[in-house]
């Protein structure tokens, strides 16, 4: 890092809602804060001022659907001394992953008027699959606090403290009783990483997966203890085909269940 200059950061946008991009704009007092420290060189959600690259630190929302995209996130990669992913989509694929199961073209053409003129790739992927990533924020979106941590740790070259427990634990931190211990709902917070603070659960829902697959989630087990509370084939191919479809424990899982339903 060079001296008396600030770092400069900057957040690209590939195929996503920018909810993402939106949860840095929501830090609002931290980001001004932030400012101060870095110099946000390319940020299209909040400025169309561009600073040439390279850049120090770069954030990535959004998964590679199309040619174009393919293409971008290397000349970003190169352009990037740090990368870093913030999402579901740029970690997983995101929700648009769900074309992954099916066929591409069926979808152009029910949707388009003029299928001819659309160009995309046959999947939904994750950054990871084209290009080295140093770090993975998920969530959908991603917590802000989280990622100002994320920020922060790389001004101070130090490691992101970013828990890799499950939502449970979140559970039980804030003295929320299990809603399917308790009262028999599905949730997904045993095999989900925690980022929410267990939101769902906290006003009595199971959890949708928002912040994907923990680490060595046992998703079977979820799965037959799902079975015993009256879930079919159908809800658990459902349940683990959302946000993160793309997760590599929740694709398997899905894919198992959609075989069984067959």
């Known amino acids: ?21 939106l949860s840095l704009l929501d830090c609002e007092d931290e980001l001004l804060a932030l400012s101060d420290k870095v110099e946000i060189a390319n940020f299209l959600e909040a400025s169309r001022a561009v600073l040439k690259g390279p850049y ?7 998964s590679i659907t199309t040619p174009q995209d393919a293409e971008r996130i290397h000349q970003v990669r190169r352009v990037s ?23 591409v073209k069926q979808f152009i053409s029910i949707v388009y008027a003029k299928p001819e003129y659309i160009e995309t790739l046959n999947k939904s992927t994750p950054i990871s699959d084209h290009v080295p990533v140093d770090f993975e924020l998920r969530g959908c979106p991603v917590n802000k606090y989280q990622l100002l941590e994320i920020i922060a740790a790389f001004l101070n070259r130090r490691k992101p403290v970013i828990s890799a427990r499950s939502v449970c634990m979140d559970c039980k931190l804030k003295g929320t009783v299990c809603v399917m211990v308790a009262d028999r709902i599905p949730c997904l917070g045993p095999v989900t990483h ?6 769902c659960p906290s006003i009595h829902r199971g959890c949708y997966g928002c912040f994907g697959p923990k680490e060595t989630p046992n998703t079977a087990s979820l799965s037959r203890t799902w079975e015993k509370l009256g879930a079919d084939q159908d809800d658990l191919v459902r349940v683990f ?3 993160n479809s793309g997760a590599e424990p929740f694709r398997r899982e899905s894919e198992i269940h959609e075989i069984k339903k067959d």
């Open 194 to 199: 925690a980022g929410c603070c267990a939101l």
């Open 1 to 21: 890092m060079r001296k008396n200059k600030k770092p400069k950061l900057a957040v690209w946008k590939f195929t996503s809602c920018d909810g993402c991009q």
């Open 56 to 62: 120090d630190l770069s954030l990535v929302e959004g």
């Open 81 to 103: 001394k740090l990368l870093i992913t913030i999402g579901a989509c740029a970690a997983s694929g995101g929700i648009q992953a769900l074309r992954n199961f099916k066929e």
């Open 241 to 243: 085909r959302s946000f």
